[in-house]
């Protein structure tokens, strides 16, 4: 199991569990889509970061640890 930490434009904190055998079928507009159900953030206007990249520079779920904390922001219009 490999669990990935969201935090909210507000510092709210929660887990995204991901089954260790489904990393590689998961994307991140799976992700956002969790987001938007969790947070009501619409996926169009959701940033995500980690470690200060956009996550669309990262080339998928795999290559991030377990307890990686990812920042959700909105996109400026």
């Known amino acids: 199991m490999k669990s990935l930490y969201f935090r909210s434009p507000s510092s709210q ?28 953030i619409p996926v169009q206007e959701q940033a995500l970061f ?3 990249r956009l996550i669309h520079d990262i080339s998928g779920l795999e290559t ?8 959700v922001n909105l996109r400026l219009q």
């Open 64 to 71: 991030l640890y377990s307890g990686s904390i990812i920042d």
């Open 50 to 52: 980690y470690n200060g």
């Open 13 to 40: 904190l929660f887990t995204y569990d991901l089954a260790t055998d489904k990393v590689q079928e998961q994307s991140f507009e799976d992700v956002k889509e969790q987001i938007f159900d969790f947070l009501g």
